[in-house]
């Protein structure tokens, strides 16, 4: 058994109930017994093939997570998995979710900073706001990786860990203009974006890997926008909020669609919107469904992709995402300075990027995974990873972990 399967195969044996919260995008506020510190010594058998803690001398050392909400549905996920693995290398964690709320993560991060966490891993809420925090965090020697969003205007970070961003979008691009064969066909076809969080500097590499794949066709007027809404700044979505995606759709569908104008394809930056977004049609729009796009393989979305609700999701296995983070922590807790060469060491495909991420005061170092294409046609690709399973009936997929 490859090392991956095997750590995909004992996380499933091992999370159990722990995930119970996983699917439920709704489940109120993030504050109530979601922190969760545990002891190397309540931790499961180490899953590497070195014991779990080669060059990363665990013993004693804890990791501080800040993940920014359970209000979406990933997070539940990214904390549990790195949770797990740091857990089974032997480290204590230390593991918060802040409500989506910028302040309470700042003192969620001081919190740690006073607890002298070893090491701050940062899922951030708001990229541009942990500026101060991150100062205290230096000045305590406590070295600060930036997990999947990058961290602004700070020089306290040292890593970042993340998928190719600009290319979860350029897949969502690419697969419309296969999907509308725009290469060979006539059009004119109508499209409408959304796009994520401002506050969130992922959210702008999605929305310009889309749209720059697509806007040789809406120059040529292939591609039409019946709104007109055409910059990041105007699709943009507080927070990836569904609510608000859902709100937007309806008010653009009732403002240029109610006549019946056809809507091909509505691409959306994230399967959080693209729920709210694939309501609003469903409930507003009397057209042929839309190509609708997504990113995460949120549980709704996968069935809304059965369905025919949803046509696509782009997958990051948050999983290896967390393997990745967990060597790359290794190595930094044990002294190293981690560089191009950690990637051929790792289980997962991954590039080791020094350009692309500017920070606004430095490029920072990142480790970048790679997504891809899930449609109806391949969702066994998502039950082979071992984290999803097909339901009793066979038709929808279900988390393994909610249900083991
Ligand atoms: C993540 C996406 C996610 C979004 C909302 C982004 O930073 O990269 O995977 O859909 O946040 O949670």
Excluded: H
Excluded at 93 to 109: A, C, F, G, P, R
Excluded at 338 to 363: F, H, M, Q
């Amino acid at each position: 058994m490859t090392k991956k399967k095997f750590l995909a195969a004992l996380l499933a044996l091992t999370m159990g109930a722990s995930l119970a919260a996983c699917g439920d995008t709704n489940n109120g506020g993030d504050n109530a017994g979601d922190t969760t510190t545990a002891k190397a010594d309540d931790a499961a058998p180490a899953a590497t093939d070195d014991g779990g803690n080669a060059g990363g001398d665990a013993a004693g050392k804890t990791v501080g997570i800040a993940m920014p909400t359970k209000s979406l549905e990933r997070w539940n996920r990214d904390g549990e998995y790195l949770k797990a693995q740091f857990e089974q290398a032997g480290y204590n964690v230390e593991l918060k979710y802040s409500d989506n709320d910028t302040n309470q993560q700042n003192n969620d991060i001081q919190g740690m900073i006073a607890d002298k966490v070893d090491l701050l891993l940062i899922a951030a809420i708001d990229g541009s706001t942990l500026s101060q925090t991150l100062d205290d965090a230096k000045s305590a020697n406590i070295p600060v990786l930036a997990y999947d969003r990058l961290i602004m205007n700070t020089d306290a970070v040292s890593y970042y860990v993340s998928f190719d961003n600009y290319t979860v979008g350029k897949l969502q691009g690419e697969f419309v203009r296969d999907q509308l064969k725009l290469d060979s066909e006539a059009g004119p076809f109508n499209i409408e974006f959304t796009a994520g969080d401002p506050a969130d500097n992922n959210a702008g590499y999605f929305f310009n890997g889309a749209f720059d794949t697509l806007k040789p066709y809406i120059d040529e007027g292939k591609l039409n926008i019946p709104s007109g809404k055409k910059t990041f700044e105007q699709v943009a979505t507080a927070g990836w909020s569904t609510d608000t995606a859902l709100e937007n759709m309806q008010n653009t569908l009732a403002s240029y669609y109610s006549d019946g104008t056809k809507l091909d394809v509505a691409l959306c930056s994230n399967d959080s919107t693209a729920l709210g977004v694939a309501q609003a049609i469903t409930s507003d729009y009397k057209g042929d469904a839309p190509i609708v796009t997504g990113q995460d393989g949120d549980i709704a979305n996968l069935k809304n992709i059965v369905d025919g609700i949803q046509t696509m999701t782009v997958y990051k296995n948050v999983n290896d995402e967390a393997a990745v983070t967990l060597e790359v922590s290794k190595a930094i807790l044990s002294g190293q300075t981690p560089d191009e060469a950690l990637v051929s060491t790792l289980s997962v495909e991954a590039i080791y990027d020094t350009e692309s991420y500017n920070n606004g005061t430095k490029v920072v170092p990142s480790y970048l995974l790679v997504p891809y294409v899930i449609t109806k046609d391949n969702l066994d690709v998502l039950v082979n990873t071992g984290l999803y399973k097909w339901d009793a009936d066979n038709k929808y997929l279900e988390s393994t972990a909610t249900t083991t």
